[in-house]
């Protein structure tokens, strides 16, 4: 039987807020610390280039918006925005705590503003990178998020998706699906209790999301072109790049 995943704004800004203050700890504790490296990986796939700014969008406590500013050193603009108030508490302490370790050069601004991925507050255009990390699967409507994304995004820029998805090999995916559904659940709700049921909504909204050539497939519908998707620790998580067609000169 598949079961139907909850994706209303209400209920998964309420399950982001109850969980916020142990996101992190148990991000990197279920995770075994290797969301560090998926994180550091996509900085370096998708790394900026020129001047213009950046947006990570459901952006949490705000790790890829850090590391972005941490990568381009501080001289590329950085947004990060997320519905969820209470982990963009957590995401600005991050960044004070970064700043006050800062020397040399001024840095450019990390914001962190409240928005939903579906209608970001944005003008066309604007950012040479939007990424998301983890954060795609939880948006209510998975192609207006991807077209937001691509309609902020500048011409020539590219949108960068990091999500869950399930290994190759069949093993493998059989031991995930294990751990998944019955290990990660237990330790997260002991962890980090919760009205709505956090970590079962994990698993499920992750087994009903489309990765690999299926999630490719559905930014190329929105209006990305050139995508590319490459597996992360044996295909435990996909890092998905697409490219927003240049501006075509009109012969006058
Ligand atoms: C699993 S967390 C990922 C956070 C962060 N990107 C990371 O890598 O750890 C998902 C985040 O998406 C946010 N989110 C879900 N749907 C959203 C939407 N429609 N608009 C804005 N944020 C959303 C939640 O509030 C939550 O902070």
Redo the contacts with the bound molecule.
């Keep these: 039987m598949s079961v139907v995943v909850d994706k209303s704004?209400a209920r998964?800004?309420q399950m982001?807020g109850e969980i916020s203050g142990r996101?992190d700890f148990l991000?990197h504790l279920l995770s075994g610390g290797v969301?560090y490296y998926w994180?550091w990986r996509t900085v370096r796939k998708c790394a900026p280039r020129g001047t213009a700014p950046i947006l990570?969008?459901?952006?949490?406590?705000?790790?890829?918006a850090l590391a972005y500013w941490t990568k381009a050193r501080g001289q590329i603009a950085v947004t990060g925005?997320?519905?969820?108030p209470e982990?963009l508490r957590i995401a600005e302490k991050k960044r004070d705590e970064r700043a006050a370790s800062q020397t040399g050069k001024p840095w450019a601004d990390l914001t962190f503003i409240e928005?939903?991925?579906?209608h970001l507050p944005f003008d066309n255009d604007q950012f040479q990178i939007v990424s998301?990390?983890?954060?795609l699967r939880?948006?209510?409507d998975t192609m207006c998020?991807l077209q937001e994304m691509l309609r902020v995004c500048q011409p020539g820029g590219r949108v960068a998706v990091?999500e869950f998805s399930l290994p190759g090999n069949a093993v493998l995916r059989w031991l995930y699906l294990k751990y998944f559904k019955y290990v990660l659940p237990r330790i997260g709700q002991l962890l980090a209790r919760n009205q709505q049921a956090a970590y079962n909504y994990l698993p499920a909204s992750v087994s009903e999301f489309p990765y690999g050539e299926q999630l490719a497939q559905l930014m190329r519908d929105a209006g990305m072109q050139q995508v590319t998707w490459t597996p992360l620790t044996f295909g435990i998580a996909t890092l998905y790049i697409g490219e927003k067609p240049a501006l075509v000169s009109q012969p006058a």
């Design positions: 704004g998964v800004r982001f996101y991000n969301d994180r990570d969008v459901c952006t949490g406590t705000g790790d890829l925005t997320d519905f969820t982990m928005a939903d991925t579906q998301v990390a983890f954060g939880n948006v209510s998020g990091l």
